[in-house]
């Protein structure tokens, strides 16, 4: 353990142990992305505390839980992952009834974003017992900090596209319109395949993230067209895990034109009635058209 995660478990202590962290309780627990250092105090201080440590991958959570100098027994890691997930819930809900401390982490970031334990976190909540976050890393958050996405439109989580070339084609094609930011994911292994997926977006920006808070970091906006081009310009741009923000595409005429047909069908007619007879003119989604005739309503 070095000196200074020592001290940091004693701040830990000094400044969450004063806080209740009741039994029966399931912690779900961010743990840093790639930066040991981007771990909470709180987040030190409940895997100590922790009775059990549900975990991704056993040997990887006992790796990062000795480099903070938390000592745990192999009795006391339980692997819950995608594979077992419906299974391992189960024994974490039977530990929960008998009144301890179960904390659960990924292999790194926040659970049950893209990552196993969403499935937990429902199970337990549908037993009535006590599911307690612990914010911290996110690769996601990391990245849109930082990619100046301009739009008021929001941003939209996608995460990792289909590995079937057609599907992720098919996925690429129905983000081409979309105004907000889109977030993504992929593994070194077939971030080549995306980034040619993604080439046909031509000139719409794209902020990528590589090894997000590692020494070798990389974050770069580039358009969509030229990303196959720069990962081709060193082959450590292949390294590492990606998170990538594709930014919203620009209103288009044709969109304009199909909101103002929206918007005098609505001053005429029944909401539903205005929303059926504008997707059959524009040919757009009607759920669409639902959604953005409500905004107009409130307005």
């Not at 990538?244 to 909101?259: F, I, K, R």
Request: aromatic share 4%; hydrophobic share 45%; net charge neutral.
């Amino acid at each position: 353990m070095s000196v200074s995660f020592a001290s940091a478990r004693a701040a830990a202590r000094e400044a969450a142990a004063a806080q209740h962290y009741p039994q029966g309780a399931l912690y779900v627990v961010a743990t840093p992305i790639g930066n040991l250092a981007d771990i909470s105090l709180r987040a030190l201080h409940v895997l100590e505390l922790a009775d059990v440590v549900a975990c991704e991958d056993t040997r990887h959570t006992q790796q990062m839980l000795r480099a903070y100098g938390i000592d745990k027994t192999s009795q006391q890691l339980l692997a819950l992952h995608q594979h077992n997930e419906a299974e391992a819930t189960l024994l974490v809900l039977e530990r929960l009834r008998q009144g301890l401390r179960v904390a659960y982490v990924s292999d790194a970031g926040t659970p049950g974003i893209s990552d196993p334990g969403a499935r937990l976190a429902s199970s337990v909540a549908a037993q009535g017992l006590r599911c307690i976050p612990l914010p911290g890393a996110s690769s996601v958050t990391c990245l849109l900090s930082v990619a100046g996405v301009l739009s008021d439109k929001g941003f939209i989580f996608q995460g990792f596209l289909s590995s079937k070339a057609a599907e992720r084609a098919s996925a690429v094609q129905a983000l081409a319109a979309e105004q907000r930011a889109v977030l993504l994911l992929e593994a070194p292994h077939r971030i080549e395949a995306l980034a040619g997926a993604l080439a046909v977006l031509g000139r719409r920006p794209l902020t990528v993230g590589r090894e997000l808070t590692k020494q070798f970091e990389d974050i770069v906006t580039l358009a969509a067209a030229d990303f196959p081009a720069w990962l081709a310009q060193d082959a450590n741009h292949l390294r590492g895990e990606f998170a990538l923000v594709l930014h919203g595409a620009p209103p288009s005429e044709e969109a304009g034109q199909d909101l103002r047909v929206l918007t005098l069908l609505l001053a005429e007619l029944p909401l539903k009635t205005a929303v059926k007879l504008a997707a059959e003119i524009t040919g757009q989604s009607r759920n669409a058209l639902y959604e953005r005739a409500l905004e107009l309503k409130k307005q």
